[in-house]
């Protein structure tokens, strides 16, 4: 009896501790949304140290805008970019914005390209535009109408106003069959991600 016990114990501290680190996350998140940038800090920076992605992220947004700490692009794209490790939408959507614009790196369209197509895949919606934009301008891609009519078609379905627009002008450049297989190809990337869209826009 003496191991099931000592198991069961083991379990229930475990629960006990994953139940206090939600709690705190969940402290820490709500603090950044009100503005209390200082708890949000103090909330999440030792979850983010322990690996979780939406602490990490959390952390990386007060350093890359100077909320409750001093502006530092450096640890802004170190925090987000262990969130992106992990596959968080937002973090590698913000990495991206960073390596366009040159903050806190040297500007890099191509790696840019590379993380917004990391959240597109996640149905990360403002991603998905931004990669089509990318295709429709060769800008870190190779010139591709096609993809990006793809890309502005996904978004369109998935509530994006914008998309809807884009993704017709770029059709102007593609032939009726180029234009058929886009959106194949589109369809089959919104049958395989029923749940895309819920990344934030």
Known sequence: MYGPVRFFIAITILLQASVALAADLETGLNAYLSGDYETS????EPLAEEGIAAAQFCVGRLYAN???????????LQWYG????QGHSEAQFNLAVMHA?????????????????????????????????????GRGVELNFSDAYTWYYIAAQLGVQDAEYERDNVASNLSAEQ?????QVADAWLSEHPDAGAAAY
């Open 41 to 44: 800090l103090a909330e999440c």
């Open 66 to 76: 100077g909320f409750g700490v001093a502006m530092n692009d450096e640890l802004a």
């Open 82 to 85: 262990r969130a992106a490790e």
């Open 101 to 137: 614009n040159g903050w806190g790196v040297p500007m890099n369209d191509e790696e840019a390209a590379n993380y917004y197509r990391a959240a597109a895949e996640q149905g990360h919606l403002q991603a998905q535009t931004s990669l089509a934009k990318a295709y429709e301008n």
């Open 179 to 183: 234009l058929a297989t886009a959106q």
